[in-house]
């Protein structure tokens, strides 16, 4: 990744941003379009790479090991590897990404109550989720 310029405009109005709403703050962690999805499917357990990459079939590997690694860098999941050929990297939710859980479960819900039809399957399967 290319690094932020911390004087920048765009930097500066954020960080002002954070201060007057939280919201702000969340969607610096887990906005965008792939990153609720790849915690969402998280919330299940441990997965590896290919786990996840079977689970969100339309995201490209540049794009899921982009995301897998902001969201490490954020401290919302962990990444485990184990020094064996071929390598065994798991991925799982930290502390901070399992709070996530309600807002995750809210999100789901509110997307089959407006509309969003292909999402019943995994609010049926949010119960089998471990706390």
Not at 15 to 40: D, H, Q, R
Not at 69 to 75: I, N, P, S
Request: aromatic share 10%; charged share 25%; proline share 6%.
């Amino acid at each position: 990744m290319t690094a932020i310029k911390k004087t920048s405009v765009i930097q500066e109005n954020k960080s002002n941003a954070f201060v007057a709403c939280p919201v702000t703050f969340v969607m610096e962690k887990i906005g965008g379009y792939w990153k609720p999805i790849i915690l969402f499917n998280l919330l299940s357990g441990t997965k590896r790479y290919n786990e996840l990459k079977r689970s969100i079939p339309a995201i490209t590997e540049k794009v899921l090991i982009q995301q897998l690694k902001q969201l490490e860098t954020d401290g919302l999941i962990i990444r485990k590897s184990k020094p064996v050929v071929p390598p065994y990297v798991t991925y799982e939710l930290s502390k901070q990404g399992k709070a996530l859980r309600p807002v995750l479960f809210s999100m789901a819900e509110w997307a089959v109550k407006n509309g969003g039809k292909q999402s019943r399957q995994f609010v049926k399967q949010m119960a089998d989720f471990p706390e």
